[in-house]
């Protein structure tokens, strides 16, 4: 890039930005996941000036729409508890919006416009036609019985249904909605519509759920970093791994790590990390499979039960030595010290089961140290392509084999990595990831939305 064209895109971006701050105060996830795929996108966009003279990047910050509706539900003494819900619909450009719900105390409408503004980018990148929403409320599920995350669900969904669709949006599960809280949202879609339609997906597989599903996003950002180290004549077999979080990502990033013949030492959850310096074996694997998805229990129960397992308390796993990192948990788990640390020990490849869990410091730093960096949006984006692909096999009326979904998941994995390489590669050997993913996810948008009209 030119010095001039450097400065020009600096300006545009530091201008641009004010405007999203000043329009969407308080919201500074948003903020952060804007200027991250911004920073990336302003020499593109000035080297094709039919982007900035139609205002995309305008256009595509500003939601579709969001809704915001209050969940009043009933504990199981018979107490009254209000929630909030939301969705925002980002961008119908290539095909119904499609995205996660995340139930957790922290959920706000700022957090969901971040993740509904990557969504849109992601979804892209898988090649299927799919937009970008996001959705949730700040309604804790840990510690409430079934009977009210039942009842909960079917109030959150009594408000929501008006606005999705299996043509219109169709919403997944994220942090806190796993498939128990799917299937009673689908549930009462069903019960409230009076018929069965595709309008949720991470359903059980008895009613309309796809093979491969659950372990979608694990395995895809797996497959995803053994493309980046191919890249480089490499592969998984023999490294070591952290994987952080212990739950739907991080569980199947695990399996798949142990199946490609990877040492993984580390998973976590909220205060702290389970470390087992010889590597999870598949006794360990099965055991937080239970402990987490079935009995919904505390890692603290794995150090205990386990011989050489410790649990590291107030800590995340990033200190200890490995040649991968998988961070599989929530947003800013990797800040800008913890990605010199990582890079100080080694780490040759770092790739994002969860959205946006590296902050702008932490990414420079990979960058500028050439590691390979997978950021969320490509990495983790096998989760939302087997959604699409369950989405297509509810409209056919069929399932498809195990096999023939997770041959589906890896050829997909693969195109995403090669539209990065595409529109990443420096021309020195070094892939840019982040510029790969944002350019090639926003290029595919964009040239929709101008097709349709000025909107
Ligand atoms: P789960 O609810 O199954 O698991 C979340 C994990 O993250 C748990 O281990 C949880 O620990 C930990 N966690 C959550 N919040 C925090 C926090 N504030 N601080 C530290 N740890 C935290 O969610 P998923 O595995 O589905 O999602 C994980 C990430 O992956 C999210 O960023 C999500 O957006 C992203 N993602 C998920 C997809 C999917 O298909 N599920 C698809 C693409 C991305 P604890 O249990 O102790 O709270």
Same mark, same amino acid.
């Given at each position: ?35 991250? %795929? ?5 020499? !593109? ?27 009043? #539900? ?24 499609? @995205? ?6 922290? %959920? ?11 969504? %849109? ?17 700040? !309604? ?15 109030? !959150?969904?009594?408000?929501? =249904? ?9 919403? $997944?599960?994220?942090? @806190? ?11 009462? =879609? ?5 018929? #069965? ?52 990502? $991080? ?5 798949? /790590? ?14 702290? !990390? ?43 796993? #990033? ?9 599989? $948990? ?40 050439? %590691? ?8 983790? $984006?096998? @989760?939302?392509?087997?959604?699409? /692909?369950?989405?297509?096999?509810? +409209?056919?009326?069929?399932? #498809? ?27 020195? @050997? ?15 948008? +964009? ?9």
């Amino acid at each position: 890039m030119s010095d001039t064209l450097e400065r020009q895109a600096q300006r545009a971006t530091a201008e641009f930005m004010e405007g999203v701050r000043a329009r969407n105060p308080g919201q500074p996830e948003f903020h952060q996941a804007v200027s991250e %795929v911004v920073d990336w996108l302003m020499p !593109f966009i000035l080297e094709n000036p039919r982007y900035q003279e139609n205002a995309l990047l305008e256009r595509l910050t500003e939601p579709d729409r969001s809704y915001t509706f209050r969940v009043a #539900w009933e504990d199981d003494k018979g107490g009254v508890h209000v929630n909030r819900g939301w969705r925002v619909q980002m961008s119908n450009a290539i095909g119904p919006y499609k @995205g996660g719900l995340r139930f957790h105390p922290s %959920v706000t409408l700022g957090t969901l416009k971040f993740l509904a503004f990557e969504q %849109v980018f992601k979804n892209a990148l898988t090649t299927l036609p799919m937009g970008g929403g996001k959705g949730g409320s700040n !309604f804790d599920p840990k510690g409430k019985s079934d009977r009210e995350v039942m009842r909960f669900c079917q109030s !959150f969904m009594t408000a929501l =249904y008006p606005y999705i669709g299996e043509d219109v949006d169709v919403p $997944a599960g994220d942090i @806190g909605v796993g498939g128990r809280e799917v299937s009673y949202l689908f549930g009462q =879609y069903k019960r409230i519509t009076e018929r #069965w339609a595709g309008v949720m997906t991470g359903k059980g597989l008895s009613f309309g759920g796809s093979p491969i599903r659950t372990e979608a996003t694990g395995y895809g950002t797996v497959y995803f970093v053994e493309e980046m180290l191919k890249e480089r004549g490499d592969s998984a077999a023999g490294k070591t791994a952290l994987v952080s979080g212990s739950g739907n990502v $991080a569980i199947y990033c695990v399996e798949k /790590l142990l199946h490609l013949g990877s040492k993984v030492v580390t998973v976590s959850e909220y205060d702290g !990390f389970l470390h087992i310096p010889d590597g999870f074996t598949e006794e360990h694997l099965e055991y937080l499979k239970d402990l987490k998805e079935v009995r919904r229990g505390r890692l603290t129960e794995m150090a205990e039960k386990f011989s050489g397992a410790s649990y590291v308390e107030g800590q995340k796993p #990033w200190g200890v030595k490995a040649d991968l990192a998988f961070p599989c $948990a929530t947003q800013n788990e990797i800040v800008g010290d913890e990605a010199k640390l990582l890079v100080d020990n080694g780490i040759i490849a770092v790739a994002e089961g969860a959205n946006m869990p590296t902050n702008l410091d932490g990414i420079h730093i990979f960058l500028n140290s050439k %590691v390979l960096y997978g950021p969320g949006k490509a990495a983790n $984006a096998g @989760g939302v392509a087997v959604s699409g /692909l369950e989405q297509t096999q509810n +409209a056919q009326r069929l399932m #498809w084999t195990r096999e023939e979904v997770d041959a589906r998941l890896h050829d997909i994995m693969k195109k995403i990595h090669a539209q990065c390489v595409q529109y990443g590669h420096d021309g020195n @050997g070094y892939v840019n990831y982040v510029k790969g993913a944002n350019v090639g996810g926003f290029a595919k948008v +964009a040239d929709a939305v101008l097709s349709c009209g000025i909107m």
